[in-house]
Each structure stands twice: as C-alpha cells, then as structure tokens.
C-alpha cells in the first residue's frame, strides 16, 4: 500500500516556509526523500531511518515519527531552485529491495 | 561525477513488439533497480536486481517483463509484447552497496506505444 502525501500542491513566495508530509498504514523502516524537476529524473534528499532521527541538508530538513509512522520534510525559507514534485518513499524492511513511493507533492516558488 | 546512463530517451514502438530498455549504472555499483512513471503519475516500483537475480519485483513486473545483465556495465529491461498501457518513462537506478541507501537514477528512458 502506497504511502499517502499531504498536501497534493502547494505554491509559495520566495522565502515562505513548507512542510510535506508522509503517512504510512504499514511499520516503516524508511522514509526517502526525492525531489524530480520537470521532465527530469528523481534526485534523491535524504533517509530517514526508524528511530525518530531529524536531518538536515541545507535549509531542507526532515523527521520521521516512529509511533505515527509520518515523516515530514521541511523547506526552510524556499528558494526558486526548490520547486519540482516531492516524493517520498517507504521501505518496510532493511533490505527489502523494494521502495514505494507516494503520489507527489508539487511545489512551486514564485519570485 | 558518475551517473547513470540510459538509451535510447524517447522510444516509439508499435503494440505487439518487444523492447528493450538500456541502462549503464554506476561503476562498482551492486544493486539496481527498474521503475516506471506514467506521465503525470507517481513513480511505480519494478525490480530490483543484485548479484545477477531478481530481489524484488512488483506487481507490475509479469511475464512479459524481463532483466538481464549481459556484461559487466549493462542492465536492461525487457518488454516482450508491449500493451498501449505500458507507456510511461522508465527509470533506471543503481545503488553502491547494502549500507548505502541513495539510489541513483538516470535520465530514463520515455516509452512510447502506439
């Protein structure tokens, strides 16, 4: 079952804060985080491990709640490099070979 | 800096007809991956390949889905008969080794069935 994002869209200024979210119904291991420009391939952010842990990556940085099995991205005074669609992707088990991802938040930063 | 590498980009193919999709993954990479988009979709999970068998595949991946690794560089995919649904773009991913968890995609490959 695929993990569920919220919100769908969002559009922000230059500058404005955003948090993405990521629920799953199943015990997760991980959560990874991508970001896909346009027409391009899916880079990856970062993972987030089971065990609560919070990381960073610039102004970008995220969370994973062990008991409410969420994680939660946050962009920090977004800039314009920061749009594209958000994916996350849940792991069940360490080596379980098998990541699924959610449907996407599409983020747009106007000037 | 590696990346992986994907041919062709844009492929157009009749229903009916076979496929393959080809992928050079990162040098010293051991595990590698298969996805699909559909446009304006999620990406979709295929198969994860390593120490030359399939790991993991999904669903989507039947029959008429194959991998192989004929050499040491290459890793493609397979579509024997294709169906109009099978349009999509194709992700190739590698990743360095089991306790490296990024996974990296290639540009994919936008498969066309008419």
């Known amino acids: 079952q695929q993990p569920v994002q919220s919100p769908q869209a969002v559009i922000l200024r230059e500058g404005e804060d955003a948090v993405i979210n990521c629920s799953s119904s199943k015990a997760l291991y991980s959560v990874h985080w991508y970001r896909q420009k346009h027409g391009e391939a899916p880079v990856f952010l970062m993972i987030l491990l089971k065990g609560g842990e919070q990381k960073g990556h610039e102004k970008i940085s995220a969370s994973f709640n062990e008991k409410k099995q969420q994680s939660s991205l946050y962009l920090t005074a977004s800039q314009l490099s920061y749009s594209g669609t958000y994916f996350c992707?849940?792991?069940?088990?360490?080596?379980?070979?098998?990541?699924?991802f959610g449907t996407g938040t599409r983020l747009t930063i106007i000037p | 800096e590696p990346e992986v590498t994907q041919t062709p980009s844009h492929q157009v193919t009749q229903m009916g007809q076979e496929v393959i999709l080809r992928c050079v993954p990162i040098?010293?990479?051991?595990?590698f991956y298969w996805y699909r988009q559909i446009l304006g979709q999620k990406v979709e999970f295929l198969v994860s390949?390593?120490?030359?068998?399939?790991?993991?595949k999904s669903e989507i991946f039947d029959d008429q889905f194959s991998v192989e690794r004929p050499d040491g560089s290459n890793f493609t995919l397979k579509i024997r008969s294709t169906k109009l649904e099978d349009s999509a773009m194709y992700f190739c991913?590698?990743?360095?080794?089991?306790?490296?968890?990024?996974?990296?995609f290639g540009p994919g490959t936008r498969l066309t069935v008419t």
């Open positions: 991913a590698s990743r360095a080794d089991r306790i490296s968890y990024e996974q990296y």
């Open positions: 390949f390593y120490n030359n068998e399939i790991s993991e």
């Open positions: 992707g849940t792991e069940l088990n360490f080596g379980n070979e098998k990541l699924t």
């Open positions: 040098s010293n990479h051991l595990y």
